[in-house]
């Protein structure tokens, strides 16, 4: 670069000869790469995915919930037969027809109390005297109601 015309001149000349600095272009955030692009679409298949199988997994126990909200609506003084058969339609739904319906009294406590892991003891539901505790037996029916396991 030749600077010979720069020479002659004082400072506050030199001063008016300079250009003010432009701002240089934004960096952009988007990654460069087209594996960045795979890598977050991967990502955002992922999750909706996750997202799906729960929210299927929750449709598929819709059943338990409508369950459990039938035995909180029961009135206390209600029959433990009343607890039973809502049990007993709940379980109709994950469990072969013909080996649930055929259950009653000690073989259908049996079974409830095989296919729960969270130790809800069921005793027979006809033997139940008019002073058993009906609450407990309300959170016993819930807890099964949560927690058991289907098995195929």
């Not at 299927?56 to 209600?78: E, G, M, P, T, V």
């Amino acid at each position: 670069m030749d600077n010979q015309d720069l020479d002659n001149l004082e400072l506050y000349q030199l001063m008016a000869e300079i250009k003010p600095v432009t701002e240089p272009a934004a960096i952009s955030m988007w990654p460069e790469g087209p594996g960045w692009t795979v890598l977050l679409g991967t990502v955002i298949l992922i999750a909706i995915t996750l997202l799906a199988l729960q929210r299927f997994k929750r449709y598929k126990q819709r059943h338990r919930f409508y369950a459990i909200d039938a035995i909180n609506n029961l009135a206390d003084d209600s029959s433990a037969l009343a607890i039973s058969s809502i049990l007993k339609r709940c379980a109709l739904n994950d469990f072969e027809r013909c080996e649930i319906a055929a259950l009653t009294g000690p073989q259908w406590s049996e079974f409830l109390n095989t296919h729960c892991d969270k130790h809800t003891h069921f005793t027979d539901f006809y033997t139940l005297t008019a002073d058993h505790d009906r609450a407990k037996l309300k959170q016993q029916a819930i807890t099964w109601l949560t927690y058991y396991k289907v098995t195929p």
